[in-house]
Protein backbone atom coordinates (compact mmCIF):
# COMPACT_ATOMS: atom_id res chain seq x y z
CA UNK A 1 0.00 0.00 0.00
CA UNK A 2 2.94 2.26 0.16
CA UNK A 3 1.82 3.90 -3.84
CA UNK A 4 -1.11 5.01 -1.58
CA UNK A 5 0.75 6.81 1.23
CA UNK A 6 4.02 7.78 -0.85
CA UNK A 7 3.39 7.87 -4.31
CA UNK A 8 5.66 7.51 -6.90
CA UNK A 9 4.43 8.66 -10.03
CA UNK A 10 1.03 11.16 -9.73
CA UNK A 11 -1.17 12.18 -12.48
CA UNK A 12 -3.32 15.30 -12.60
CA UNK A 13 -6.09 15.50 -14.90
CA UNK A 14 -7.86 18.60 -15.96
CA UNK A 15 -9.30 18.51 -19.85
CA UNK A 16 -11.27 21.19 -19.61
CA UNK A 17 -10.76 25.26 -20.80
CA UNK A 18 -7.96 27.94 -20.26
CA UNK A 19 -9.46 29.52 -17.01
CA UNK A 20 -10.18 26.21 -15.38
CA UNK A 21 -6.59 25.03 -15.55
CA UNK A 22 -5.25 28.11 -14.69
CA UNK A 23 -6.80 27.92 -11.89
CA UNK A 24 -5.63 24.69 -10.59
CA UNK A 25 -2.08 25.46 -10.48
CA UNK A 26 -2.14 25.72 -7.30
CA UNK A 27 -3.10 21.77 -6.74
CA UNK A 28 0.12 21.23 -8.70
CA UNK A 29 2.67 23.60 -6.40
CA UNK A 30 1.21 21.56 -2.82
CA UNK A 31 1.28 18.20 -4.27
CA UNK A 32 4.56 19.12 -4.92
CA UNK A 33 5.56 20.49 -1.50
CA UNK A 34 4.06 17.62 -0.18
CA UNK A 35 6.22 15.00 -2.40
CA UNK A 36 8.89 16.76 -3.48
CA UNK A 37 10.59 13.46 -4.62
CA UNK A 38 7.10 12.34 -6.91
CA UNK A 39 6.73 12.71 -10.47
CA UNK A 40 4.09 14.47 -11.17
CA UNK A 41 2.34 14.92 -14.65
CA UNK A 42 -0.70 16.66 -16.42
CA UNK A 43 -3.20 15.26 -18.68
CA UNK A 44 -4.72 18.22 -20.22
CA UNK A 45 -6.00 19.49 -23.76
CA UNK A 46 -3.43 20.67 -26.66
CA UNK A 47 -5.04 24.00 -26.04
CA UNK A 48 -4.44 24.69 -22.46
CA UNK A 49 -0.67 23.04 -22.92
CA UNK A 50 0.99 26.40 -22.83
CA UNK A 51 -0.18 26.85 -19.11
CA UNK A 52 1.53 24.24 -17.89
CA UNK A 53 4.84 24.05 -19.90
CA UNK A 54 7.26 25.75 -18.34
CA UNK A 55 5.56 25.17 -14.89
CA UNK A 56 8.53 24.30 -12.25
CA UNK A 57 6.37 22.06 -10.01
CA UNK A 58 5.64 19.97 -13.15
CA UNK A 59 8.19 17.39 -14.48
CA UNK A 60 5.93 16.19 -17.46
CA UNK A 61 2.48 17.23 -19.57
CA UNK A 62 0.89 15.08 -21.52
CA UNK A 63 -1.97 16.37 -23.78
CA UNK A 64 -5.44 14.25 -24.46
CA UNK A 65 -6.48 15.18 -28.28
CA UNK A 66 -9.65 13.81 -28.02
CA UNK A 67 -10.75 15.99 -31.59
CA UNK A 68 -7.22 14.86 -33.19
CA UNK A 69 -5.02 12.01 -32.30
CA UNK A 70 -6.76 10.62 -29.84
CA UNK A 71 -10.44 10.75 -31.58
CA UNK A 72 -12.66 7.67 -31.53
CA UNK A 73 -12.73 4.55 -29.81
CA UNK A 74 -9.01 3.36 -30.88
CA UNK A 75 -7.36 7.02 -30.60
CA UNK A 76 -8.59 6.39 -26.81
CA UNK A 77 -7.48 2.96 -26.28
CA UNK A 78 -4.17 4.32 -27.59
CA UNK A 79 -4.11 6.93 -25.47
CA UNK A 80 -4.74 4.72 -22.35
CA UNK A 81 -2.20 2.47 -23.35
CA UNK A 82 0.33 5.09 -23.15
CA UNK A 83 -1.14 6.00 -19.35
CA UNK A 84 -0.34 2.45 -18.31
CA UNK A 85 2.86 2.25 -19.26
CA UNK A 86 3.95 5.10 -16.90
CA UNK A 87 2.49 3.09 -14.08
CA UNK A 88 0.68 6.14 -12.39
CA UNK A 89 0.73 5.90 -8.56
CA UNK A 90 -2.22 8.45 -8.54
CA UNK A 91 -4.62 10.30 -11.12
CA UNK A 92 -6.55 13.64 -9.07
CA UNK A 93 -9.02 14.08 -11.54
CA UNK A 94 -9.80 17.57 -11.03
CA UNK A 95 -13.07 17.88 -13.30
CA UNK A 96 -15.29 14.70 -13.57
CA UNK A 97 -15.52 13.35 -17.09
CA UNK A 98 -16.82 10.25 -17.89
CA UNK A 99 -13.70 9.55 -20.04
CA UNK A 100 -11.13 10.54 -17.35
CA UNK A 101 -12.36 8.42 -15.30
CA UNK A 102 -12.87 5.40 -17.96
CA UNK A 103 -9.23 5.96 -18.76
CA UNK A 104 -7.47 6.58 -15.36
CA UNK A 105 -9.64 2.83 -14.34
CA UNK A 106 -8.59 1.27 -17.95
CA UNK A 107 -5.11 2.49 -17.06
CA UNK A 108 -4.66 0.78 -14.24
CA UNK A 109 -4.35 3.54 -11.67
CA UNK A 110 -4.69 2.32 -8.28
CA UNK A 111 -6.14 5.69 -6.56
CA UNK A 112 -7.87 7.50 -8.69
CA UNK A 113 -9.62 10.06 -7.06
CA UNK A 114 -11.91 12.98 -8.01
CA UNK A 115 -16.23 13.81 -8.22
CA UNK A 116 -18.98 12.00 -7.64
CA UNK A 117 -20.08 12.62 -11.09
CA UNK A 118 -20.13 11.36 -14.54
CA UNK A 119 -19.80 7.34 -13.52
CA UNK A 120 -17.56 8.21 -10.65
CA UNK A 121 -18.13 4.09 -9.75
CA UNK A 122 -15.18 3.84 -11.54
CA UNK A 123 -12.87 5.93 -9.81
CA UNK A 124 -11.44 4.54 -5.76
CA UNK A 125 -12.57 7.74 -3.73
CA UNK A 126 -15.23 10.29 -4.62
CA UNK A 127 -15.24 13.88 -3.98
CA UNK A 128 -18.95 15.15 -2.51
CA UNK A 129 -19.45 17.94 -5.75
CA UNK A 130 -21.28 21.00 -4.98
CA UNK A 131 -19.85 23.52 -7.03
CA UNK A 132 -23.14 23.98 -8.36
CA UNK A 133 -24.19 25.80 -5.43
CA UNK A 134 -21.30 28.28 -5.98
CA UNK A 135 -20.71 29.09 -2.26
CA UNK A 136 -16.36 29.34 -3.18
CA UNK A 137 -14.07 30.15 -5.67
CA UNK A 138 -13.46 27.35 -8.13
CA UNK A 139 -9.93 27.57 -7.33
CA UNK A 140 -10.46 26.80 -3.78
CA UNK A 141 -12.98 23.94 -4.93
CA UNK A 142 -10.28 22.21 -6.49
CA UNK A 143 -8.15 22.25 -3.62
CA UNK A 144 -11.09 20.00 -2.20
CA UNK A 145 -9.35 17.06 -3.97
CA UNK A 146 -6.16 17.03 -2.76
CA UNK A 147 -7.50 18.02 0.98
CA UNK A 148 -9.16 14.74 0.94
CA UNK A 149 -5.99 13.32 0.85
CA UNK A 150 -4.72 14.70 3.60
CA UNK A 151 -2.46 17.43 1.65
CA UNK A 152 -2.09 20.66 3.61
CA UNK A 153 -2.99 23.72 1.70
CA UNK A 154 0.18 25.97 1.79
CA UNK A 155 -0.28 28.02 -1.03
CA UNK A 156 -2.95 29.69 -3.27
CA UNK A 157 -1.53 31.56 -5.93
CA UNK A 158 -2.04 31.32 -9.77
CA UNK A 159 0.73 30.25 -11.83
CA UNK A 160 1.39 31.10 -15.39
CA UNK A 161 4.57 30.60 -17.05
CA UNK A 162 5.98 33.50 -19.42
CA UNK A 163 9.52 32.92 -21.17
CA UNK A 164 12.25 34.98 -22.62
CA UNK A 165 11.02 33.87 -25.84
CA UNK A 166 7.62 34.75 -25.82
CA UNK A 167 8.48 38.25 -24.24
CA UNK A 168 10.46 38.88 -27.44
CA UNK A 169 7.96 37.40 -29.98
CA UNK A 170 5.46 39.79 -28.23
CA UNK A 171 8.04 42.81 -28.30
CA UNK A 172 8.77 42.15 -32.06
CA UNK A 173 4.69 42.10 -32.65
CA UNK A 174 4.30 45.24 -30.83
CA UNK A 175 6.60 47.20 -32.34
CA UNK A 176 4.59 46.37 -35.79
CA UNK A 177 1.86 47.70 -34.81
CA UNK A 178 3.51 50.93 -33.49
CA UNK A 179 3.93 50.33 -29.52
CA UNK A 180 7.59 51.28 -28.58
CA UNK A 181 9.63 49.34 -25.94
CA UNK A 182 8.57 50.43 -22.67
CA UNK A 183 5.29 51.79 -24.13
CA UNK A 184 2.00 51.58 -22.02
CA UNK A 185 -1.15 50.45 -23.53
CA UNK A 186 -4.20 48.82 -22.80
CA UNK A 187 -5.56 45.34 -23.92
CA UNK A 188 -9.16 44.48 -24.30
CA UNK A 189 -10.74 41.08 -25.18
CA UNK A 190 -14.11 41.13 -25.80
CA UNK A 191 -14.64 37.48 -26.60
CA UNK A 192 -16.31 34.92 -24.88
CA UNK A 193 -18.03 31.57 -25.29
CA UNK A 194 -21.14 32.13 -24.87
CA UNK A 195 -23.84 35.03 -25.62
CA UNK A 196 -24.50 35.01 -21.62
CA UNK A 197 -20.78 35.87 -21.07
CA UNK A 198 -20.74 38.55 -24.06
CA UNK A 199 -20.78 42.43 -22.94
CA UNK A 200 -22.77 44.69 -25.50
CA UNK A 201 -20.67 45.66 -28.60
CA UNK A 202 -21.77 48.72 -28.46
CA UNK A 203 -20.67 49.15 -24.65
CA UNK A 204 -16.84 47.65 -25.85
CA UNK A 205 -17.05 50.86 -28.48
CA UNK A 206 -18.29 53.70 -25.91
CA UNK A 207 -15.63 51.92 -23.38
CA UNK A 208 -12.75 52.34 -25.82
CA UNK A 209 -13.18 55.57 -27.32
CA UNK A 210 -13.88 57.32 -23.66
CA UNK A 211 -10.32 55.33 -22.48
CA UNK A 212 -8.68 56.69 -25.81
CA UNK A 213 -9.78 60.04 -25.32
CA UNK A 214 -9.01 60.22 -22.06
CA UNK A 215 -6.13 58.24 -21.28
CA UNK A 216 -4.44 58.99 -24.76
CA UNK A 217 -3.13 55.55 -23.63
CA UNK A 218 -2.57 52.60 -27.56
CA UNK A 219 -5.82 50.70 -27.09
CA UNK A 220 -4.97 46.78 -28.86
CA UNK A 221 -7.95 44.25 -29.19
CA UNK A 222 -6.89 40.50 -28.80
CA UNK A 223 -10.44 37.61 -29.35
CA UNK A 224 -10.84 34.24 -30.03
CA UNK A 225 -10.88 34.34 -33.64
CA UNK A 226 -11.19 36.90 -36.57
CA UNK A 227 -14.85 37.28 -37.01
CA UNK A 228 -15.63 38.41 -33.01
CA UNK A 229 -18.32 41.41 -33.85
CA UNK A 230 -17.19 43.41 -31.16
CA UNK A 231 -13.92 43.09 -32.01
CA UNK A 232 -14.42 43.85 -35.61
CA UNK A 233 -15.97 47.01 -34.27
CA UNK A 234 -13.23 48.49 -32.80
CA UNK A 235 -10.51 47.63 -35.13
CA UNK A 236 -12.90 49.15 -38.23
CA UNK A 237 -13.78 52.32 -36.05
CA UNK A 238 -10.12 52.79 -35.53
CA UNK A 239 -10.33 52.46 -31.75
CA UNK A 240 -7.86 49.70 -31.34
CA UNK A 241 -4.85 47.78 -32.53
CA UNK A 242 -5.36 45.07 -33.99
CA UNK A 243 -3.28 41.30 -32.34
CA UNK A 244 -6.83 39.21 -33.53
CA UNK A 245 -5.54 35.68 -34.36
CA UNK A 246 -1.89 36.86 -34.09
CA UNK A 247 -1.14 35.25 -30.55
CA UNK A 248 -1.02 31.80 -28.95
CA UNK A 249 -2.26 31.68 -25.36
CA UNK A 250 1.76 31.81 -24.71
CA UNK A 251 1.98 34.67 -25.93
CA UNK A 252 -1.34 36.18 -24.95
CA UNK A 253 0.30 35.68 -21.97
CA UNK A 254 3.44 37.97 -22.71
CA UNK A 255 1.43 40.45 -23.46
CA UNK A 256 -0.81 40.74 -20.51
CA UNK A 257 2.04 40.54 -18.53
CA UNK A 258 3.14 43.88 -20.13
CA UNK A 259 -0.05 45.54 -20.01
CA UNK A 260 -1.27 48.42 -17.82
CA UNK A 261 -4.91 46.62 -17.50
CA UNK A 262 -6.74 44.19 -19.51
CA UNK A 263 -10.49 44.33 -19.83
CA UNK A 264 -12.44 41.49 -20.82
CA UNK A 265 -15.29 40.11 -20.69
CA UNK A 266 -15.97 37.09 -18.55
CA UNK A 267 -13.66 34.21 -19.86
CA UNK A 268 -10.21 32.56 -19.29
CA UNK A 269 -7.87 34.82 -20.11
CA UNK A 270 -9.16 37.19 -17.30
CA UNK A 271 -7.86 34.37 -15.15
CA UNK A 272 -4.15 34.63 -17.54
CA UNK A 273 -4.25 38.49 -16.17
CA UNK A 274 -4.87 37.88 -12.74
CA UNK A 275 -2.07 34.79 -12.29
CA UNK A 276 0.40 37.37 -13.80
CA UNK A 277 -0.67 40.09 -11.53
CA UNK A 278 -1.84 42.45 -14.40
CA UNK A 279 -4.69 44.48 -13.50
CA UNK A 280 -7.96 43.19 -14.95
CA UNK A 281 -11.70 44.13 -15.34
CA UNK A 282 -14.48 41.64 -16.36
CA UNK A 283 -17.57 42.21 -16.75
CA UNK A 284 -20.17 39.27 -15.56
CA UNK A 285 -23.70 38.56 -16.06
CA UNK A 286 -24.69 34.83 -14.87
CA UNK A 287 -26.12 35.17 -11.36
CA UNK A 288 -27.09 31.36 -11.14
CA UNK A 289 -24.75 30.06 -7.66
CA UNK A 290 -22.92 27.96 -10.43
CA UNK A 291 -22.12 30.10 -12.79
CA UNK A 292 -21.69 33.73 -10.36
CA UNK A 293 -18.46 35.86 -10.13
CA UNK A 294 -18.66 33.94 -6.86
CA UNK A 295 -17.00 30.97 -8.59
CA UNK A 296 -15.45 31.99 -11.32
CA UNK A 297 -14.46 36.22 -10.42
CA UNK A 298 -10.47 36.60 -11.62
CA UNK A 299 -8.79 36.60 -8.18
CA UNK A 300 -6.42 38.63 -6.92
CA UNK A 301 -5.55 42.37 -5.09
CA UNK A 302 -5.70 43.67 -8.83
CA UNK A 303 -8.57 42.16 -10.04
CA UNK A 304 -11.76 43.83 -10.46
CA UNK A 305 -15.41 43.02 -11.94
CA UNK A 306 -19.00 44.07 -12.47
CA UNK A 307 -21.75 41.98 -11.84
CA UNK A 308 -25.51 44.14 -11.94
CA UNK A 309 -28.59 41.95 -10.11
CA UNK A 310 -31.33 42.48 -12.82
CA UNK A 311 -33.55 40.29 -10.22
CA UNK A 312 -34.19 37.65 -12.49
CA UNK A 313 -36.23 34.69 -10.16
CA UNK A 314 -34.31 32.25 -12.42
CA UNK A 315 -31.03 32.83 -14.40
CA UNK A 316 -31.25 31.31 -18.19
CA UNK A 317 -27.98 31.53 -18.87
CA UNK A 318 -28.68 29.42 -22.05
CA UNK A 319 -31.82 30.55 -22.87
CA UNK A 320 -32.49 34.63 -21.27
CA UNK A 321 -35.78 36.20 -21.80
CA UNK A 322 -34.25 39.17 -21.31
CA UNK A 323 -31.79 39.60 -23.57
CA UNK A 324 -28.86 39.49 -21.24
CA UNK A 325 -30.52 42.50 -19.54
CA UNK A 326 -27.43 41.79 -16.52
CA UNK A 327 -24.74 42.47 -18.94
CA UNK A 328 -26.19 45.73 -20.78
CA UNK A 329 -27.13 47.32 -17.30
CA UNK A 330 -23.38 47.42 -16.86
CA UNK A 331 -22.37 50.84 -18.35
CA UNK A 332 -19.30 51.88 -19.87
CA UNK A 333 -19.06 55.11 -18.03
CA UNK A 334 -18.75 53.05 -14.45
CA UNK A 335 -16.00 50.69 -16.54
CA UNK A 336 -14.23 53.26 -17.81
CA UNK A 337 -14.07 55.74 -14.16
CA UNK A 338 -12.71 51.88 -13.08
CA UNK A 339 -10.24 51.29 -15.08
CA UNK A 340 -8.65 55.25 -15.09
CA UNK A 341 -8.96 55.04 -11.35
CA UNK A 342 -6.75 51.77 -11.78
CA UNK A 343 -4.35 53.37 -14.24
CA UNK A 344 -3.98 56.26 -12.54
CA UNK A 345 -3.32 55.03 -9.44
Same mark, same amino acid.
Given at each position: ???YT? #??????V?????GD??L?T?V?????L???E?S???M???YTK?????????D?????D??????GL?????F???L??????W????????R??????????????G???????????RIP????????????Y???I??A?GI?I?????Y???? #????H???T???E???????E?????P??S? #?????P?E??V?????????T? %??I??????PH???????????????LR???N??????? %????????????????V???????V?S????????L?????R #????????F???VH??V????G?T????? %???I?????????M?I???
Amino acid at each position: MDDYTR #PKKILIVRTDRLGDVILSTPVIKNVRLAYPEASITFMCRPYTKDVLVGNPYLDKVIVYDKEGAHHGLMGSIRFTLQLKRENFDWALILHPTTRAHVITFFAGIRLRIGWDRKNSWLLTRRIPHTKHEGLRHESDYTLDIIRALGIAIVDTELYFPVS #PDDEHQVETLLEEIGIRRGQEFIVIHPSASC #PSKRWPSEHFVQLARTLRNETR %LAIIVVASGPHDQSAEALVTQKLALDLRGRLNVAQLGAL %LKRATIFISNDSGPVHVAAALHTPVISMFGRSDPGLSPRRWR #PIGESAFYFHKDVHCNVCAAHGCTKSFAC %LAAISPEEVARKAMEIIYG
